[in-house]
């Protein structure tokens, strides 16, 4: 699997429930997978694992940069998926996303599905200070608004951004192809880490499907916006495997300061994992300076060739999104796919 590490992406679909042999069977007659351009590659793993093809669209920018959209076929009385990542240029993905669900709906979809594997303003999930949006509900009612009925999120920055939306949401996880990788590298001695606070619920989970591994969590604090500070680690890390595992990856300030303190505190080995590889600089320099064994991140986000480095390890959602998709077109179970 090593041989993978920093250029191409992997699949599993091991602890995951899913069903490959299914797709043989699915009626997707009415059926229709859209992608938005925030991540081509994963929709059009999506649409493998569904064994069909991505819809025909037009998108192209006007000369004053507004956006137009046209879906290229029919797609009247159908159950309509549209795969949007909103993740940078946030704001372009978002609108977009948008377009795309008004399109849909106006050409009379039975159904529509906004698949958004990395759900943008997420952070911004409630007030923190005076005069402050709740930019996370914002998005929720743009998209709701636009003609949404449906919405297919991973791994959202806070449990009550699924309250965010008065329509169905569907909210899956990616830590079963992180949990496969892990365990097919048969580390010993782990220690799951939380590098905030707000993460240990989802530490806790791995830690207990990682043969209950014991938990340790950083304190970290945020004088500023986009500057993290790690003060220091409750639970014992000293000559273990310390397996940092947060949502998302941004700046990398957050990760790679708690990776910092755990090797002053004796950690043996660091990995990181985190779903969502959002990587604004100075991520990368952050993550390639040799703080961890692997950094360990999913697909929901492209990651340019460029920006790849040799720890890197990419673990694909798609098979993971394209059960979920026909589960839910099947009107089957979402939630046993992870039991
Ligand atoms: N996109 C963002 N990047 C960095 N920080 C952000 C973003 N959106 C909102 N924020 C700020 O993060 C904190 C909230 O973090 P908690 O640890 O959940 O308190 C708040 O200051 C937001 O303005
Ligand atoms: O890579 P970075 O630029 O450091 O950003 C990523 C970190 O920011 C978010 O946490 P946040 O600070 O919002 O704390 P919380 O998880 O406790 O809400 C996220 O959950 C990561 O921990």
Redesign the pocket.
């Known amino acids: 699997m090593n041989a993978h590490r920093g250029s191409a992406v992997l699949s599993s679909a091991t602890t995951l429930k899913v069903q490959p042999a299914a797709t043989a069977l699915i009626d997707n007659s009415r059926l229709r997978l859209f992608s938005g351009s925030a991540n081509v590659p994963l929709s059009q793993e999506v649409a493998r694992y569904l064994g069909m093809d991505l819809g025909p669209m037009i998108r192209k920018r006007f000369a004053d940069g507004e956006l137009y959209i046209q879906i290229q076929e029919s797609i009247r009385g159908c159950d309509v998926y549209l795969i949007q990542p909103c993740c940078h240029p946030v704001n372009d993905n978002l609108m977009e996303l948008l377009i795309m669900i008004d399109a849909c709906r106006r050409a009379s979809a039975r159904q529509v599905t906004a698949v958004i594997p990395y759900y ?7 007030k ?2 005076g005069r ?1 949006s709740i ?1 996370a509900k914002l998005v929720a009612n743009l998209i709701t608004q636009a003609g949404a009925n449906r919405i297919l999120a991973m791994d959202l ?2 449990a009550q951004i699924q309250g965010y939306f008065d329509i169905p949401l569907d909210h899956i996880y990616g830590s079963p192809v992180v949990l496969d990788y892990l365990v097919s590298k048969q580390l010993s001695d782990i220690v799951v880490v939380s590098p ?1 606070v ?1 993460g240990v619920a989802r530490a806790r989970a791995l830690a207990k499907k990682l043969d209950d591994a014991p938990l340790a969590i950083i304190d970290k604090r ?1 004088q500023a ?2 500057v993290a500070e790690v003060l220091n680690v409750i639970g014992d890390v000293k000559g273990k495997t310390a397996v940092l595992v947060d949502d998302m990856i ?1 700046t990398a300030g957050t990760i790679s300061a708690g990776a910092r303190l755990l090797r002053e505190e004796g950690a043996s080995h660091v990995y990181a994992c985190a779903t969502h590889a959002v990587f604004s600089p100075p991520a990368i320099e952050r993550l390639s300076t040799g703080l961890f064994e692997e950094v360990i991140v999913t697909n929901t986000i492209p990651i340019a060739e460029s920006d790849r480095f040799p720890q890197l390890v990419m673990l694909s959602v798609a098979n993971m999104l394209g059960e979920t998709i026909w589960r839910i077109h099947e009107d089957s179970s979402v939630s046993s796919m992870f039991r």
């Open positions: 943008g303003y997420a952070r911004a999930d409630r923190t200070a402050e930019t920055h806070s905030d707000g945020r916006h986009n941004d």
